[in-house]
């Protein structure tokens, strides 16, 4: 956090430098989608840097922003799922691409108010979020959402994998 996207080829004994276009280099989360790198970046006021979602499409090398119809805020996870890609956002927000992140729109209403989202996983058009109020699913790319309570002990769910229809939550 702060230093920004470095790449080892080596498994790790070397580390190159990949922030060329990154403006305030805290990055909170790294995924890749075929060729296309992306990364969540924080909104950070004392440093005058707009938070969002940021593409690399030649390995790290250069950096756009993709933000269009994103607030100016930090996100805290990606998730990709069948042409879609979602980002979750610190003020617990979800939102969907579905056009490779050129514009999002956002895709939450969580049934009982704001929740913190630690973390996303997506399997076919199923997404999972892990909140501090437990799992909520979306079986409809995101239109409605349904909290999954029954089974946790305590609601706090900071990690989530899933693979088909195995998910696991911790």
């Given at each position: 956090y702060g230093g920004g996207v470095f790449l080892t080829t080596d498994n790790g004994i070397n580390w190159i430098e990949k922030n060329e276009g990154i403006p305030i280099k805290a990055i909170y989360c790294i995924e890749f989608n075929n060729s296309n790198?992306?990364?969540?970046?924080?909104?950070?006021?004392?440093?005058?840097?707009?938070?969002?979602?940021?593409?690399?499409?030649?390995?790290?090398n250069n950096w756009s922003?993709?933000?269009?119809?994103?607030?100016?805020?930090?996100?805290?996870?990606?998730?990709?799922?069948?042409?879609?890609?979602?980002?979750?956002?610190?003020?617990?927000?979800?939102?969907?691409?579905?056009?490779?992140?050129?514009?999002?729109?956002?895709c939450s209403s969580f049934p009982y108010g704001s929740v913190m989202i630690n973390d996303l996983a997506v399997s076919n058009e199923n997404i999972f979020v892990g909140t501090h109020r437990g799992v909520f699913l979306s079986n409809?790319?995101?239109?409605?959402?349904?909290?999954?309570?029954?089974?946790?002990?305590?609601?706090?769910?900071?990690?989530?994998?899933?693979?088909?229809e195995t998910l696991y939550a911790g």
């Amino acid at each position: 956090y702060g230093g920004g996207v470095f790449l080892t080829t080596d498994n790790g004994i070397n580390w190159i430098e990949k922030n060329e276009g990154i403006p305030i280099k805290a990055i909170y989360c790294i995924e890749f989608n075929n060729s296309n790198v992306y990364i969540g970046t924080t909104k950070n006021i004392q440093l005058g840097g707009k938070g969002g979602v940021m593409i690399s499409t030649d390995n790290g090398n250069n950096w756009s922003s993709i933000n269009e119809g994103l607030p100016d805020i930090t996100i805290y996870d990606l998730a990709f799922g069948e042409n879609s890609i979602y980002a979750s956002s610190q003020l617990g927000d979800v939102y969907k691409s579905n056009d490779n992140g050129q514009s999002w729109q956002s895709c939450s209403s969580f049934p009982y108010g704001s929740v913190m989202i630690n973390d996303l996983a997506v399997s076919n058009e199923n997404i999972f979020v892990g909140t501090h109020r437990g799992v909520f699913l979306s079986n409809n790319k995101g239109s409605n959402w349904i909290w999954l309570d029954s089974i946790f002990f305590s609601p706090v769910i900071q990690c989530l994998y899933v693979g088909g229809e195995t998910l696991y939550a911790g």
